[in-house]
Nanobody, 125 residues
Framework: QAPLVESGGDSVQAGGSLTLSCAAS????????MGWFRQGPGKEREGVAT???????TYADSVKGRFTISRDNAKETLYLHMNSLKPEDTAMYYC???????????????????RGQGTQVTVSS
C-alpha cells in the first residue's frame, strides 16, 4: 500500500470550496511533518502548506486566508480545506511527508521524501 493516497479533487466554479484528503499509512509516522504542494499546467511545483506534529501551520502567501491545512492523527489523515477558489488554483495537488521538523517555509515541500500520486483540482471562471 502506498504510504500517501490523496482524494477529493474535483472541478468547481471560482469562489467555490473543496476539501482534499490524504490517507497516510505504513512508513509515514503520525509524528512526521506533513504538507501539500501543487503543480499547475505549465507551472513549477509550488509548496502550499505544512503542518507539524505540534500543529504548527505554515502557508504560501498565495493561499493564506483561503486554505486551511489540518491533520487527524487518530485517522492518519491530512486535509486541505480550500475556500474562495480561483482559476489560478487549478493544479494537481500532492500530499507529502517528512520525518524532519517542518521547515520555516513551504518552498521545499515537493522535496519531502514521501509523496502521493496527486489529485486534480480544476477551477473554472
Amino acid at each position: 500500500q502506498a504510504p500517501l493516497v490523496e482524494s477529493g479533487g474535483d472541478s468547481v466554479q471560482a469562489g467555490g470550496s473543496l476539501t482534499l484528503s490524504c490517507a497516510a499509512s505504513g512508513s509515514v509516522d503520525r509524528g512526521y511533518c506533513m504538507g501539500w504542494f501543487r503543480q499547475g499546467p505549465g507551472k513549477e511545483r509550488e509548496g502550499v502548506a505544512t503542518v507539524d506534529n505540534d500543529n504548527t501551520k505554515t502557508y504560501a502567501d498565495s493561499v493564506k486566508g483561503r486554505f486551511t491545512i489540518s491533520r487527524d492523527n487518530a485517522k492518519e489523515t491530512l486535509y486541505l480545506h480550500m475556500n474562495s477558489l480561483k482559476p489560478e488554483d487549478t493544479a494537481m495537488y500532492y500530499c507529502a511527508a517528512s520525518e524532519w521538523i517542518c521547515p520555516d517555509n513551504v518552498r521545499d515541500v515537493h522535496n519531502f521524501p514521501y509523496r502521493g500520486q496527486g489529485t486534480q483540482v480544476t477551477v473554472s471562471s
